[in-house]
């Protein structure tokens, strides 16, 4: 089962911030936040990951909240091409289990 | 382009057969895990090859096994197909057990 959970569906306009929450209130201390999307029936692809901090990258930014128990993935500017399913996953060294994800959808 | 290639990209089986699904890994790469992903359904990990060691496992049944070669490349085998094993089967290399995961673009396995 996962450990994570996330809305199904959320909608954002272009040119805005998304901003996609999840839940993982069991993650234990060696276990690490990652995203990844999948764009139709691709292969999934790497966003950002983290710990304990906030993170950011080219692509995102990641805010975890201080007792670790979830984390919001913004996008800052939602573009057409960023619709996609959105999957956040708490990861150790050797498992790594997806939940059913978000998927967003940026309007025009 | 990940550097991440599977084969074969589609195929179709029946019941009872067995099947194997190939994975190059991005050069460099000491990690593999595998993922069956049904339709409408996020990845389920099925397992993970460290250094040609089978370092975690998902909740898949024995008849799911894998090799992860020196180069490590690596391979899933399926045996006594079911209908149910019709998915898409990803493979993704890590240069380590916590690192980004790099995915292929998956073999597509249908069973009649």
């Known amino acids: 089962d996962a450990k994570t959970t996330q809305p199904p569906s959320m909608d954002c306009a272009e040119g805005r911030a998304a901003n996609l929450p999840c839940n993982h209130s069991t993650i234990s201390g060696n276990e690490y936040v990652y995203w990844y999307r999948q764009i139709h029936s691709q292969g999934p692809q790497y966003i950002i990951h983290g710990l304990k901090n906030n993170e950011t990258n080219e692509m995102a930014s990641l805010i975890i909240t201080e007792d670790r128990k979830s984390s919001t993935l913004i996008l800052p500017h939602a573009t057409l091409r960023d619709t996609a399913v959105y999957y956040c996953i708490v990861r150790d060294y050797n498992d790594m289990r997806f939940g059913a994800g978000t998927r967003l959808t940026v309007k025009p | 382009e990940t550097g991440v290639t599977q084969s074969p990209t589609h195929l179709i089986k029946t019941r009872g057969q067995q099947v194997t699904l190939r994975c190059s890994s991005q050069?460099?790469?000491?990690?593999v895990s595998w993922y069956q992903q049904a339709l409408g359904q996020g990845p389920q990990f099925i397992f993970q090859y460290y250094r040609e060691e089978e370092n975690g496992r998902g909740n898949f049944p024995p008849r799911f096994s894998g090799l992860q070669f020196p180069n490590y490349s690596s391979e899933l085998n399926v045996n006594a197909l079911e209908l149910d094993d019709s998915a898409l089967y990803l493979c993704?290399?890590?240069?380590?057990?916590?690192?980004?995961?790099?995915f292929g673009e998956g073999s597509r396995l249908t069973v009649l």
């Open positions: 993704a290399s890590s240069p380590d057990q916590i690192g980004e995961l790099f």
């Open positions: 050069s460099g790469h000491n990690t």
